[in-house]
């Protein structure tokens, strides 16, 4: 079966520009997770969603992050104004929500602000 | 200092040797402690979970010491394909409220 898809794969953006980025956890998972890595770095939490609702945003750095999730299944990240410190992957992970259950990772977003 | 603490390595070891990877741990209300695997550019995958008892996964044991609050990795009769990055991490939440350490590189030559 498909697993958590991310797109774009690579995202370059001029700085202060807005961008998107999307994931599609796999089917059937109620618990979504958007990861930040930067390079020589372990993937550090942004935001947790159990369905709809962000359980968890504390990893969010500052308000210029904003995640959605409006019908429980794919989520957005958007980041306004972008910095060149923002550049990183971006990883998005989703699991069956129940405790202690594995998480999947996508490939990630890779982006780059210049 | 970083709630998960790694030795960054890199290992270069020969096909077939033993490699042991440590990890410490600042937060003790940590609930579960995992260990992942990275390849280069690509996304981590569960490599196995950690507890107190022990773990062994064919060539690979875990070991998790809560007084010590030090996580252990053990790779017997290592394989080429076993090179990437060995990431410790920590659950927080008991929901994947993951807390990674920065990674532990090794590479497996012929």
């Known amino acids: 079966g498909a697993g958590v898809s991310q797109t774009p794969s690579n995202k370059v953006t001029e700085k202060g520009k807005y961008v998107e980025l999307r994931c599609d956890p796999i089917s059937g998972h109620t618990a979504l997770y958007w990861y930040r890595q930067s390079l020589g770095q372990g993937p550090e939490f942004l935001i947790y969603f159990q369905g709809t609702g962000a359980a968890d945003d504390s990893g969010l750095p500052n308000d210029r992050f904003f995640a959605v999730r409006p019908e429980g299944s794919v989520s957005t990240l958007k980041i306004q104004r972008t910095e060149r410190g923002d550049s990183a992957v971006y990883l998005c992970?989703?699991?069956?929500?129940?405790?202690?259950?594995?998480?999947?990772f996508g490939q990630g977003t890779r982006l780059t602000v210049v | 200092r970083k709630e998960v603490e790694q030795d960054p390595g890199p290992f270069n070891v020969p096909e077939g040797a033993t490699v042991a990877f440590n990890c410490t741990y600042s937060n003790s209300a940590s609930q579960s402690f995992f260990w992942y695997r990275q390849d280069c550019r690509k996304e981590p995958k569960l490599l196995m979970s950690?507890?107190?008892s022990g773990n062994e996964d064919g060539r690979f044991t875990a070991q998790l010491n809560r007084a010590s609050q030090y996580i252990s990795l053990l790779i017997r009769d290592s394989k080429l394909s076993d090179s990437a990055t060995y990431l410790c991490?920590?659950?927080?939440?008991?929901?994947?409220?993951?807390?990674f350490g920065a990674g532990t590189r090794l590479a497996v030559h012929p």
């Open positions: 950690v507890y107190s």
């Open positions: 992970a989703s699991s069956l929500g129940h405790q202690n259950t594995e998480a999947f």
């Open positions: 991490v920590g659950d927080y939440g008991g929901y994947n409220k993951l807390i």
